[in-house]
């Protein structure tokens, strides 16, 4: 039986365990997702500092803030030392606290979807469990647990559909020992296990709004980048995909799954650098985007139904965390276009208009990143006019992600029509 998760919830079984495909990320490149009206690299960024209230006055608060809606209300914790307390920000209501279900301590709010639906995971009893928030209408929310088969379960995506994807500890304190199960969870199923066959773990990390599932499963008993043939993998209509790295990488993870049909990808080389990747379901093919010269390698977070990418990025002989945003096989570190006080270090979150969600490098705030320009407007000076449509027609035929405003691969009529809707400069 095929399985649409985002049309069929009710159908879906108990645990999930489609057909596996392999599949080697060696392929053709992939064509991006058609829709981008964003010039890319942006020629800037509207920055908005959002600092921690002093809870405890006596040590400094930190600030995470891990992803944003659509309407401007963004999710994450402040952290004091080790202990996390789940917020909510927004530039109309400010901060506040998200509410504890009971017997609830600390936790982290991963995720936040346009309907408002938190994933929250809190520690009750001393152990990580996850919850979905559903507001209720009248200011508050209805709380749903996630009960874990063993003793943990954290919520890590949610889409537009309230379906809500995340992992949990399998083992049960008796019997032999069981390594993480990936779910998904909806308020009209409850939480199905997914688990694909052959493999001793799963974390499921994303669920699109055309109800592909993306995560990483391993042989290892907890997951992490040393874990043993460390894979990505993609649950469609039932059926598993895992995602083998092409040489020199040796390991992969899915991270991401927008809703035109592309996953993110992480690659990973032991000592080698790390790349990004795109894999296009439509097609069955792979782009790796290959770290910029200097960059020892970067990582993917999120991805938006443009084909837009953020996460992060590391250089050559520095520890440091810099901040990562690519299209097209173009990977950029966007700090020099950052409008701010502060520079950001990982991106998590990305959305369709570009905002980009991080943390401050030097200090507990957060930073929120809105793109400056108009589409069209190829040399940033505000106004698309002739200079812009004399670059497009200079790159007619290229690839170049500059000019290529439809995301289509190909700088061409669609883009030209782009630019003249857009055009700004009265005669």
């Not at 803030?65 to 004091?80: C, E, K, P, T, Y």
């Not at 992480?266 to 990004?276: D, E, R, S």
């Not at 084909?307 to 002989?317: C, D, N, S, Y």
């Not at 945003?325 to 950029?332: C, H, L, Q």
Request: charged share 15%.
């Amino acid at each position: 039986m095929t399985i649409n998760l985002a049309r069929t919830p009710a159908s879906l079984p108990r645990c999930i365990a489609g057909g596996l495909i392999g599949v080697s990320l060696a392929g053709a490149p992939s064509a991006a997702a058609a829709g981008s009206v964003q010039t890319f690299p942006p020629c800037g960024f509207d920055a908005t500092t959002v600092i921690p209230p002093d809870i405890s006055g006596l040590w400094m608060e930190t600030l995470f803030l891990r992803d944003i809606n659509d309407h401007g209300v963004a999710v994450g914790s402040v952290a004091i030392l080790d202990n996390h307390i789940p917020c909510a920000w927004s530039a109309d209501a400010g901060f506040w606290f998200i509410p504890k279900p009971a017997g609830a301590g600390t936790g982290q709010a991963t995720r936040i979807n346009n309907n408002g639906w938190m994933v929250v995971t809190w520690s009750i009893g001393g152990f990580m469990k996850a919850h979905v928030h559903k507001p209720d209408g009248l200011g508050g929310f209805t709380i749903f647990a996630i009960e874990p088969q063993g003793a943990v379960s954290w919520g890590l995506g949610i889409n537009d559909h309230n379906e809500v994807v995340g992992f949990e500890k399998l083992s049960t304190g008796s019997g032999p020992p069981l390594g993480e199960g990936g779910f998904y969870w909806s308020e009209a199923t409850g939480k199905v296990q997914i688990q694909p066959p052959g493999w001793v773990s799963a974390r499921c990390h994303a669920i699109g709004n055309n109800g592909v599932i993306v995560g990483s499963v391993s042989q290892s008993l907890a997951m992490a980048e040393t874990s043993v043939n460390l894979r990505g993998f993609m649950l469609n209509g039932g059926e598993v995909t895992i995602f083998e790295p092409p040489p020199p990488f040796t390991k992969s993870e899915a991270w991401a799954a927008n809703a035109t049909g592309l996953v993110g990808i992480h690659v990973i080389a032991q000592g080698i650098a790390t790349a990004g990747a795109i894999y296009d379901i439509k097609t069955g093919s792979l782009d790796v985007w290959s770290p910029p010269p200097g960059v020892k390698g970067w990582g993917m977070r999120d991805l938006n139904d443009h084909g837009v990418a953020a996460g992060l990025m590391v250089m050559h002989g520095s520890p440091e965390v810099f901040p990562a945003i690519a299209k097209d096989g173009v990977v950029v570190n966007p700090n020099s276009l950052f409008n701010g006080p502060h520079l950001s270090d990982e991106l998590t979150s990305i959305r369709n208009d570009g905002t980009v969600i991080g943390r401050c490098v030097t200090s507990g705030c957060a930073m929120i990143h809105k793109p400056l320009g108009a589409p069209g407007d190829l040399d940033c000076d505000g106004v698309v006019g002739p200079a812009d449509l004399a670059a497009l027609l200079g790159l007619w035929g290229s690839a170049d992600p500059a000019a290529d405003l439809d995301g289509d691969g190909v700088v061409g009529g669609e883009d030209l029509g782009i630019l003249l809707s857009a055009w700004s400069v009265k005669p």
